[in-house]
Nanobody, 120 residues
Framework: QVQLVESGGGLVQPGGSLRLSCAAS????????MGWYRQAPGKQRELVATITSGGSINYVDSVKGRFTISRDNAKNTVYLQMNSLKPEDTAVYYC??????????????WGQGTQVTVSS
């Protein structure tokens, strides 16, 4: 079975930094697109950042200039470097992997989530 496992969450003060990691296992192909989503209590899950195997990157406006997404295609691992963290960044962060397969339905995988809390 394909599994995505996140790590790196925790408690940090405003202005601090965290680095999230997500590694996929049980899959032999390079995942087309990997990214990070987050969900705060009482709110819908939102896309934070995505990166394709070719290096195309997209960020939600609220994190531009503060967060950096990167990946290692050979390891099917995606990272999220979060700097200048704000209390509104507090959420459970979920790793996502998705792609297309010729002649088959697209696939999507989710990690279990890691808590990020930004508080003084």
């Amino acid at each position: 079975q394909v599994q995505l496992v996140e790590s790196g969450g925790g408690l940090v003060q405003p202005g601090g930094s965290l680095r999230l990691s997500c590694a996929a296992s049980g899959i032999i192909v390079v995942i087309d697109a990997m990214g990070w989503y987050r969900q705060a209590p009482g709110k819908q899950r939102e896309l934070v950042a995505t990166i394709t195997s070719g290096g195309s990157i997209n960020y939600v406006d609220s994190v531009k200039g503060r967060f950096t997404i990167s990946r290692d295609n050979a390891k099917n691992t995606v990272y999220l470097q979060m700097n200048s963290l704000k209390p509104e960044d507090t959420a459970v962060y979920y790793c996502n992997g998705a792609g297309f397969r010729a002649g088959r339905k697209p696939y999507e995988y989710w990690g279990q989530g890691t808590q990020v809390t930004v508080s003084s």
